[in-house]
Every structure is written in C-alpha cells, then in structure tokens.
T-cell receptor, first 114, second 112 residues
Framework: DSGVTQTPKHLITATGQRVTLRCSPRSGDLSVYWYQQSLDQGLQFLIQ???????AKGNILERFSAQQFPDLHSELNLSSLELGDSALYFC?????????????FGEGSRLTVL | AQSVTQPDIHITVSEGASLELRCNYS??????LFWYVQSPGQGLQLLLKYFSGDTLVQGIKGFEAEFKRSQSSFNLRKPSVHWSDAAEYFCAVGNAGNMLTFGGGTRLMVKP
C-alpha cells in the first residue's frame, strides 16, 4: 500500500460525458502528479501540483483540467470524453519535486469510454 | 526534449537466471533516472533511483542499475530472478521541472 488513494477504481461512461477522478496523497506529501497510461501512448505525464499551485504541465489536453485543494487532495476533470480517453489514470505524490525523492503511485482509476 | 527507450518489449528468463533490462535516455543535462515496477492491477513501485554520485545504485528486491553517461544508459540488473519478479518494468528520466518521462516498458516473464 503506497498510501495514495484514488477513486473510483473503475469508471465506465459514454462519449461526450464528463468525469472527475479523485486522488488523496500520502500524509505529508505536498506534490501531486497525474499520469495517463494507455496501450498506444504508454505512460504520459499530465500535470503536477505543489501545495495547491500548478508546477509542471505535460501532455494534458485542453478538455482536461486538474486542481489541488487546500487539504491537498487533487481532482482530475475530463470532459467531452472521446473513445481515445479510455486509459488508466494514475495519481502519484511526493514530499516535494522529483529531486526530493520518489513518487508514490496510487493503484489508478480505469476509465472506459463507450 | 527528454525521452526514454526500452528496446525490449518482452523478455523471458528462467527462474534463477540473471537479468538485464536495457534503458537508454536522451536528456541534455544530468538526468534523474528511475526504475519502476508495475505488477498486474497495481500502481508503480520505485525500485531504485539515480541522482548523482556513485554510478552503480542498489535498489529493493535485489535489483541494481548502472548509470553510464557515455552510453546514455541506465540498465537494470538482477543476479538471480525469482518467479515473483514477473511484472512490467519502466525506466524513467526526470528533470528539475518535475516532469517524469517513462519508457514504453519491458514485460518480464519468468519460466519455472
């Protein structure tokens, strides 16, 4: 158990819909990272927040957005869903940035868009 | 832009045999390098990391990796593989901007 909690574990929805994925980081971790894992794209970095502020941005689509709340949990919002958005979405947390140590990954939220 | 290549998509080894998983990276400065393992239905777990210093790093579960700057490589090794090592292994490179770039992964199968 990494200490990172992601909900829901599985989600099935239709094209055009909107979903929210939730992540609770390990106690004391200030950084939250979101990754997308799909068969064709592999593991792609989406975005990082540190103590409520956006710190780094990767290949995140404009239809996707994220935020980190004062209690440090984070949400990833995916809208106007397309079939290609079907993937496993991971959240990871760390004390600070990459140079402060390892990222602890949650077990992921598997999104299926039909 | 940083990138990571894991040339071997699948590798099968016999239990007790040695293992080497290859990783090549592209990055302009001194990279942060990582190896993660993912078991089916699980998240990623860090095996080891390299930031600076000794180029041979020891990790958990008996794994080690060697950073070779001249070859832009960070290969993962284990002297004797156990059946429980069957999983997918990811090499990753990070930068000070906190973006971690993963390779495509190598799926390891262990024969009894």
């Amino acid at each position: 158990d990494s200490g990172v909690t992601q909900t829901p574990k599985h989600l099935i929805t239709a094209t055009g819909q909107r979903v929210t994925l939730r992540c609770s980081p390990r106690s004391g971790d200030l950084s939250v990272y979101w990754y997308q894992q799909s068969l064709d794209q592999g593991l792609q970095f989406l975005i990082q927040y540190y103590n409520g502020e956006e710190r780094a941005k990767g290949n995140i689509l404009e239809r996707f957005s994220a935020q980190q709340f004062p209690d440090l949990h984070s949400e990833l919002n995916l809208s106007s869903l397309e079939l290609g958005d079907s993937a496993l979405y991971f959240c990871a947390s760390s004390v600070g940035g990459l140079n402060t140590g390892e990222l602890f990954f949650g077990e992921g939220s598997r999104l299926t868009v039909l | 832009a940083q990138s990571v290549t894991q040339p071997d998509i699948h590798i099968t080894v016999s239990e007790g045999a040695s293992l080497e998983l290859r990783c090549n990276y592209s990055y302009g400065a001194t990279p942060y390098l990582f190896w993660y393992v993912q078991s089916p239905g699980q998240g990623l777990q860090l095996l080891l990391k390299y930031f600076s210093g000794d180029t041979l790093v020891q990790g958990i579960k008996g794994f080690e990796a060697e950073f070779k700057r001249s070859q832009s490589s960070f290969n993962l090794r284990k002297p004797s593989v156990h059946w429980s090592d069957a999983a997918e292994y990811f090499c990753a490179v990070g930068n000070a901007g906190n973006m971690l770039t993963f390779g495509g992964g190598t799926r390891l199968m262990v024969k009894p």
